[in-house]
Structure formats: C-alpha cells, structure tokens
C-alpha cells in the first residue's frame, strides 16, 4: 500500500527552527516529485516546495525561499523540510504530498499531516 | 504566479442534488488543471486530474471539464460522504497555485 507519514510537527518561538520528515513507502521513491503542502488553520492550501525524483532541482514558494530547504534520503527514504527562522504565519499543518507522474505534477498521494505552531 | 478563483464560496445544497462547482483562471492554464476533494480532518484526495480525468477509485458520478481559463467540476448526484471542501489546482505554470475553495454543505 503506498503511504506517506509525517512527523517533526510542534510547538516553536518564533525565529526558530523545526525539520520535518515524511517517510514514504509502497512506491519507488526515486521515481517521483515530491512537494510538502501547507494549510494554516481554517485556510486553503499553499504549496510550499518542491523536489525532483533525482534530488536534483528544488523549488520554493516566493514565502519561505531563503528559509526553508528540502532534502530527501533514498536510503531512508524520506522526505524532509529544514524550516529556519520561522514566523508566525508558517503555522500550519504540513502536507508532503507525492507527484501523480514522474514529472511535475498533481499530487495523488499525501500524509496525515503534521502541525507546527509558531507562537511565543 | 496564476491566482485561481472559486466560485461560489459556499454551497448548500441536499443529498441527491446535482452539484457544480467553477474555478476560474487568471491566465490559460490549457488543460493543466486538477480538483481535489477535502473532508473536515482529512488530508486532500485527488478527484480529477488534466480537468477530464477522473483519479484511480473515484466514483464516476464525479467529472470535470473547462479548458484555458474556466474550469468545472460536476458531481451528478450527491452522496452524504461528498459534502465536503473542494479544491482546483494548475500545474501549467510555476508556481503550482490553488484556488480559495468551495464548501459543499448540506441544506
């Protein structure tokens, strides 16, 4: 079964920093785009970044560019999001979410989410 | 970036009730336009994907259709578990936007 579980979410000051993990399973991980999503209490959805099924090429929303970067671990095989000098408005629950095809895509596979807190 | 916009915001609407929900684009997105479905808790699912396609598992009562800048999804007749929040997404320019949403309730 393919599935996607998130961890790493929680309570942090703002100017702080998290790293969240996704670990994904039941498909060949290599082989796609991976993105995390995002969506602040009561709102809509806002993809946040993106990163090639090589690694090679990474993509970030105008909002958390400089801030944050993606990383995934075939080994392992997880998805990750180092999350630096956070504010408030980057609460939210986090989505990683897998591409439907091997390019640039939607997304037909997301986790649960995990939810991170800004606030002092 | 394309801004997408929902239309309506909300909609009521009874069990067995057709349902049409519009996503209009700020620019062509051609084809490249995908409609997900959201229930209170739940991560988003991909209902419809290159704006005709219908994901692996969804029911057929579900379908889209539009192309350029107007978009549509159509559910033909409503089942309790469909009232949810629905929501459009383009693939056809970096970055990847989604609209607003569109809450189906029930009346």
């Known amino acids: 079964e393919k599935q996607l579980l998130e961890s790493g979410g929680g309570l942090v000051q703002p100017g702080g920093s998290l790293r969240l993990s996704c670990a994904a399973s039941?498909?060949?991980?290599?082989?796609?785009?991976m993105s995390w999503v995002r969506q602040a209490p009561g709102k809509g959805l806002e993809w946040v970044s993106a990163?090639?099924?090589?690694?090679?090429?990474?993509f970030y929303a105008a909002s958390v560019r400089g801030r944050f970067t993606i990383s995934r671990d075939y080994s392992k095989r997880t998805l990750d999001l180092q999350m630096w000098s956070l504010r408030d408005d980057d609460t939210a629950v986090y989505y990683c979410?897998?591409?439907?095809?091997?390019?640039?895509?939607?997304?037909?596979?997301w986790g649960q989410g995990t939810l991170v807190t800004v606030s002092s | 970036e394309i801004v997408l916009t929902q239309s309506p915001a909300t909609l009521s609407l009874s069990p067995g009730e057709g349902a049409t929900l519009s996503c209009r684009a700020s620019?062509?997105?051609?084809?490249?336009l995908a409609w997900y479905q959201q229930r209170p808790g739940q991560a988003p699912r991909l209902l419809i994907y290159?704006?005709?396609n219908r994901a692996t598992g969804i029911p057929a009562r579900f379908s889209g259709s539009g192309s350029g800048t107007d978009f549509t999804l159509t559910i033909s007749s409503l089942e309790p578990e469909d009232f949810a929040v629905y929501y459009c997404?383009?693939?056809?320019?970096?970055?990847?936007?989604f609209g607003q949403g569109t809450k189906l309730e029930i009346k």
């Open positions: 979410a897998k591409a439907r095809t091997g390019s640039w895509s939607y997304f037909d596979l």
């Open positions: 039941g498909f060949t991980f290599s082989d796609y785009p």
């Open positions: 990163i090639s099924g090589n690694g090679g090429s990474t």
């Open positions: 620019q062509s997105v051609n084809s490249n």
């Open positions: 290159d704006s005709v």
């Open positions: 997404q383009q693939r056809d320019n970096w970055p990847c936007t």
